[in-house]
């Protein structure tokens, strides 16, 4: 019932793009986008609430793909603050935030 | 304006005892969740209290119960510890039941040895 996030990984330079996968098996109401940096709580990024929606915080921008139930983030012209674990997390359908299921994580690092 | 805040922020316990873990949910919040989060992996729900009641549990066994206060503040309550145990309880609130935002806390690192 966990989302699956794609790449486990990424390391980038500054001003080099990232994309960030999260997809359920399962039909999603929502998805929302969360980094943690070590040592740190989650901090909230967005929430898309309705397929196909496309949301956008600086340069940091998702979308939502209700049919494919996949939500994708996009990280463009990186900076050396985006470093960190980002975490999508998901409701399925006739369920509210009481149960919020998180992906396993995708680590990116940002060097100079 | 005082965020989610937790305590205490690191506990060693021995495997069988009984731990507490306190979370104090963002001002205008009255839902309170918690997760637990191991190394390296994403925050797993354990249950999420509203209205002082239990709303929705994860897959966690009986050992872990909870409590939510008319402040709504809330807790976690761990029994009969095990190694398996030791990981990140992070809180998180929210205002209501919707589909909000969760604010976290900066969590409690519980090591059980």
């Known amino acids: 019932q966990q989302p699956v996030q794609s790449p486990q990984a990424v390391i980038l330079r500054e001003g080099e793009d990232a994309v960030i996968n999260c997809s359920s098996s399962?039909?999603?109401?929502?998805v929302h986008w969360y980094r943690q940096k070590h040592g740190e709580a989650p901090v909230f990024l967005m929430i898309l609430l309705k397929g196909g929606e496309q949301k956008g915080h600086d340069k940091i921008s998702a979308s939502f793909n209700e049919k494919k139930q996949q939500s994708s983030l996009y990280l463009t012209a990186s900076q050396l603050s985006y470093s960190g674990t980002y975490f999508c997390?998901?409701?399925?359908?006739?369920?509210?935030?009481?149960?919020?299921?998180f992906g396993a994580g995708t680590r990116l690092t940002v060097k100079p | 304006d005082a965020g989610v805040t937790q305590s205490p922020t690191h506990l060693i316990k021995t495997r069988g005892q009984q731990v507490t873990l306190r979370c104090s949910p963002k001002?205008?919040?009255?839902?309170v969740s918690w997760y637990q989060q191991a190394l390296g992996q994403g925050p797993q729900f354990i249950f999420q209290y509203y209205e002082e009641e239990e709303r929705q549990r994860g897959n966690f066994p009986d050992r872990f119960s909870g409590h939510q206060f008319p402040n709504y503040s809330s807790e976690l309550n761990v029994n009969a510890l095990l190694l398996g145990d030791s990981a990140l309880y992070l809180c998180?609130?929210?205002?209501?039941?919707?589909?909000?935002?969760?604010?976290f806390g900066n969590g409690t690192r519980l090591t059980v040895t």
């Open positions: 001002s205008g919040h009255d839902t």
């Open positions: 998180a609130s929210s205002p209501g039941t919707g589909h909000s935002p969760l604010h």
């Open positions: 399962k039909a999603l109401y929502s």
């Open positions: 997390g998901t409701q399925r359908r006739g369920n509210n935030n009481n149960d919020m299921r």
